[in-house]
DNA sequence: CGCAATCTTGTAATGAGATAACATCACCTA
DNA sequence: TAGGTGATGTTATCTCATTACAAGATTGCG
């Protein structure tokens, strides 16, 4: 089943006002900042924050990106979420970058197999400074 | 300067107590996990652990598992906390295994110059079962 | 229909990870 | 010996995440 095979409509009320707080954020955002926003759509605590946040990831429609304890919707056009996905994550402005790259999730998966290691899962983050940060 | 160019011996007396913790664990211990075995030893405070690590995982000697919120000792032979590491953490076992990979590296940098992204450090975590694991 | 099984939701409390702020101590050095 | 620097100790607080339990909602089937 394609991660994207999960239309908007198909989400239950408090997945949808998740989401769309992380489709209309520019950069990534924790559990309980969501949680602040969507305080007068009825959400109260964090629990049903992460619940929405669990279902949405298991969509493939939002990413969590382990180094900032923190999730961000999907942007990836063709996004499959069994594909090994870099994050690019700016240290100034915050804002993350998704992309894939074929040879490097090749390689990730020549480096298990020859450690005889079952890849479950992959995290790669990368921290620096986005382009337009760096004119500062 | 060589990130293990610190030796034992010039670590501070907290500084060794973590260190000893964590080399002498099979496997990645939590800050709080740290400081419950060393309570005996004079540490009652999260944060005397986390000075400690803050230190050691500068002097290299020491990694943070981001998507575990935990850390261990590096038991890479020639490691260079400069490279771009790989860790292989068994979802069974626990047991991280640390290597590294210079076309996995380079393929980063590759990857990070082609999007102008000025790359400051790199986390991949890999998940899935180690070769003992699997037999089950 | 009516009842049970199951899934989703709401709420409170608590566990786990990390840091801020401030006081103190040890050591080096001019 | 006075003063600076770095390591320590202690308390309180902050952020992130989960457990436990109650209450609705929905589906399936007699």
Chains 1, 2 share one sequence.
Not at 19 to 47: C, F, H, K, V, W
Not at 68 to 96: G, Q, W, Y
């Amino acid at each position: 089943m394609s991660a994207h095979s999960h239309t908007h409509s198909d989400l239950t009320k408090n997945q949808s006002l998740v989401m769309d707080a992380l489709s209309s954020s520019e950069g990534p955002l924790s559990a309980y900042t969501i949680l602040d926003q969507l305080r007068d759509n009825g959400m109260r605590a964090p629990l049903q924050v992460y619940r929405a946040l669990d279902k949405l990831v298991e969509y493939g429609l939002v990413h969590r990106l382990e180094s900032l304890n923190a999730f961000v919707a999907c942007r990836h056009p063709n996004c499959d979420s069994n594909k090994t996905i870099i994050f690019m994550i700016c240290e100034a402005c915050d804002k993350v970058n998704e992309i894939t790259d074929a040879a490097l999730a090749k390689n990730i998966n020549k480096i298990a197999a020859s450690e005889k290691f079952a890849l479950n899962k992959s995290t790669v983050e990368l921290r620096g400074l986005c382009p337009a940060c760096q004119t500062d």
